[in-house]
Structures are given as C-alpha cells and as structure tokens.
C-alpha cells in the first residue's frame, strides 16, 4: 500500500527549505544573466559567432549532462546515507563519486579534443564556413574545461546534499564574475571574440572547481574529504552510484542528443533561425528558474527522507514543493508573454531574427503553465528513490517518438519551421507529465531501494 502524506512531524521546515531554495534559485539567475550576457558580448562580433556558440554549447551541454547526472548518483547515495546517519559512509561515497568523474571526464576530454572537427560536420553539417570557424575555436577551448566542470558539479551535488546550497551560491557567483569580466576584457579590450569567450569560461569553471573541492576537506561538514584520498575505486560503492548514475546519465545525454539532432533541422532553416533559437535558449531560461532550482531542492529533500524510511514525508514535499514550483513558473510565465517585446530589444537581431524569437517565447511561456513541472520537477523524486528506470525508459521514448519524430514531421510535411520544433517539444512535455503521474500515484517507485540493495 502507498505510504500516506505525512506532515505532523516535518524534517525539514519552511525556514530550511527557503535557506535551501532560495541561494539555488539566485545560482541558477546568476548562470542564466551570465550566459545572456554572453550572448549579447558574442553577439556584437557578429550572427555567425552566435550561431557557431550556440551549436558548440549544445555539444557542451550533452558532455556536462552526462557527468551531472553521475553527480546526482553520488548525492542520492551519500543523502541516503545521511538519512540513515550514517556520515562516513556517505564521505565513502562522495570520493569514490569524485574519483570517477575525473577518470571519466579525463577520458572525455580527450575524445573531443582529438575528434572535435569530425563531431561537428557529422551533426551540424554543411553549415556556413563562418559559424563552423566559431564553432571549432569555442569547441576546442571549452571542451578544456570539461574535467573542472565535471568536479565543479559533483561537489556542488554534495553541498546540496548537505542542504548547505549558501556555499555553493557563492562559488557560482565568483566563478560568473570571472567569466562575465573575462569576456568583457578578451572580447573588447583585445579583440579575441569566439576565442575570448571561450578562455574566460575556461578561467572561470577551473577557478571554481578548487575552490570547492578545497572545502570538501574541511572535517567538520557531514560530507567530508578528509583522510580520504585513496586513487583506486571501489568498484562496490561505484556499483550503487551507477545504479543511480547511468540511467540518470543515458536519460540526459541522449535528451541532449535528441536537441543536437534537432538542432540539425534549425541549422537547415538558415543562420537567422539558429541565432533566434540561440537567443531563446537562453531567454526561456527565466521561465523555468525557479522550478530548476526547486528540482535541485527536491532531489535532496526526498534523498534524504527516503534514506530515513520516510515514504509519508516524501510525499508531502513533493506535493509542496511541486506546488511552489507551479505558482512561480505562472507567474513569471505571464512576464515572459507581456515582456518579450522588451527582452529581445537587448540584442542585436535582424527583424526576421526577432519576430522568430518572439514567437517562440511566448508559446514556450504558456505551455511552461500546463506541462512543465509534472515533467521535470516529479521526476526528481523518483530518482530520489532509485526508480532510474522507469525515467529513464520514458524520457528516451519519448524524445525519439515525440521530440524528435513530430520535429521532423512538422518540419517536413507542415513546413512550420523553427516553431514547429518547439511544438514538438512541449508535446514531449505532455507525454512524460502524464507518465509520471501515473508512476508516483501508483506508488511503486517506493520500493525502488529494495531493489537496489538498500
């Protein structure tokens, strides 16, 4: 029988859960003003660069999904260690977390580099000369900072774990500051453009990476480093953060992939398309701030209480926290719709660049209202409690039937262009949402732990 919401006796108040939400939600604006910036610095070097960016950084993002998804392995593991308080074996769990993604990373790093050319003709095709020369100099100078990334993510997953996310606020702070600054100097003052851009990200993501690792040393935090440096893995412990890790990881990259491969269909509509699809990659990224943050807030919530045998009080935060997620994509939904005009007006788009960008916005906003936060925000309890599976078999299904396959039907026999694909996007939203709901009402994602050994 499914555990009943439980409230009387709550873990966490609304006082620990606002200190937990409300620096994620300021670390999320400060990466999403950032990379806005960015896109305005680029943009003033010209569309091409912005295109040659923005093709690049779908690349990155696949890479970087795959090691966060890991990272969210480890956290799940070492929040229900702590649940069960048990700390040394969630420090256990940490380092052999971290270890393996920098073997992983290092590994990767590697293949892109030596490859990196081949990758890009073979997805993005014949596009113009110009924005594939952005896109190999941004390629090969970030794909440098995959390994700090990789770090920077796993130690972040295990602040958040701790429910210290103040911290790790700070860190993205600093490192956006290096990076905002960075460009400032490397693209205008000596005139490095794509290439700037480039090694002030690099600058920053390595900056960040010590600094946080630094401070897992420190003995007195729940999640600890210290008298822990062993440099081989214990395949055991690895085994239980890949149960979490690689569904996670495969439901991410191959999301990821699905995007890449669509971004394929906008690079055939022309560099006005790609540059109004880059722009609004980073725009609609308000619409859906405060519910990233709350899907970080939530995975450690409900780690935490499913590692304590608390099914009744996971429930209850999911259905709180889903309902705060609700209330502030609404409201900043109905922003995005009456502000876009404004927004866009930032950057230095041609009219048809504009108009594409506008429209785009505003359907995204409204249908971030009906499908959103059953799609990625009650999943992440789910995954809280090892039911990777189930998620993972969903999401695949339905980017490739859905995404995907209505991206190309719509392109080719409708002819709608760049709105067609986001169509089919929120269509992959409705898909999932429903799934979802079916699974956490069913309430046999609770017996997921007992499947993979406790």
């Not at 896109?39 to 569309?47: D, F, L, N, R």
């Not at 794509?194 to 920053?204: D, P």
């Not at 404004?342 to 594409?356: G, N, Q, V, W």
């Amino acid at each position: 029988m499914c555990a009943k919401e439980n409230h009387q006796r709550t873990i966490y108040s609304n006082k620990d859960l606002g200190r937990l939400i409300l620096p994620l939600v300021m670390e999320q604006l400060l990466a999403i003003l950032v990379g806005m910036l960015d896109t305005v610095m680029i943009s003033g070097v010209g569309e091409a660069a912005v295109s040659g960016v923005s093709l690049v950084d779908n690349i990155n993002i696949l890479v970087i999904n795959v090691f966060a998804a890991l990272a969210t392995g480890g956290a799940v593991v070492a929040g229900h260690a702590l649940g069960q308080k048990n700390r040394e074996q969630a420090g256990r769990f940490a380092w052999q977390m971290v270890l393996f993604l920098l073997y992983s990373s290092v590994t990767m790093t590697v293949f892109l580099l030596g490859a990196h050319r081949v990758i890009l003709r073979a997805i993005f095709g014949q596009v113009e000369e110009a924005v594939m020369t952005s896109a190999v100099t941004y390629l090969i100078i970030t794909g440098l900072s995959i390994c700090p990334l990789a770090l920077y993510n796993g130690c972040a997953a295990l602040f958040r774990a701790m429910g210290d996310s103040k911290t790790t606020m700070y860190i993205s702070l600093l490192m956006n500051l290096i990076n905002l600054v960075g460009n400032a100097v490397l693209i205008f003052l000596f005139q490095m453009g794509v290439a700037g851009a480039a090694i002030a990200t690099l600058i920053a993501r390595t900056v960040a990476a010590l600094l946080i690792f630094r401070l897992m040393f420190d003995g007195k935090r729940e999640i600890h480093f210290q008298r822990r440096l062993p440099l081989r893995m214990d395949f055991s412990q690895v085994k239980k953060i890949l149960y979490i890790g690689i569904p996670n990881g495969l439901e991410n990259s191959l999301f990821q992939l699905g995007k890449i491969l669509v971004l394929s269909l906008v690079s055939a509509f022309g560099t006005s398309a790609i540059a109004a699809n880059a722009v609004c990659g980073t725009i609609t990224n308000f619409n859906i701030l405060p519910g990233m943050a709350i899907n970080m807030a939530l995975l450690s919530v409900a780690s935490y209480c499913i590692g304590a045998g608390d099914f009744g009080q996971t429930r209850y935060y999911t259905r709180k926290l889903m309902r705060l997620t609700w209330l502030c994509t609404g409201i900043i939904s109905l922003i995005m719709i009456a502000g876009a005009p404004l927004f866009l007006k930032i950057y230095h788009l041609t009219p048809e660049t504009t108009t594409l960008a506008l429209q785009v916005i505003r359907y995204h906003a409204a249908m971030c209202m009906v499908a959103w936060v059953s799609s990625f925000t009650l999943p992440n309890t789910l995954r809280a409690a090892g039911d990777v599976m189930w998620t993972m078999t969903i999401a695949i299904v339905s980017m490739w039937v859905f995404r995907i396959g209505t991206a190309y039907f719509f392109s080719r026999v409708f002819h709608l262009g760049l709105i067609g694909i986001w169509i089919a996007m929120t269509i992959d939203w409705m898909f999932r949402a429903v799934c979802y709901e079916i699974r956490y009402r069913s309430g046999k994602w609770e017996k997921a732990m007992g499947r993979q050994g406790g």
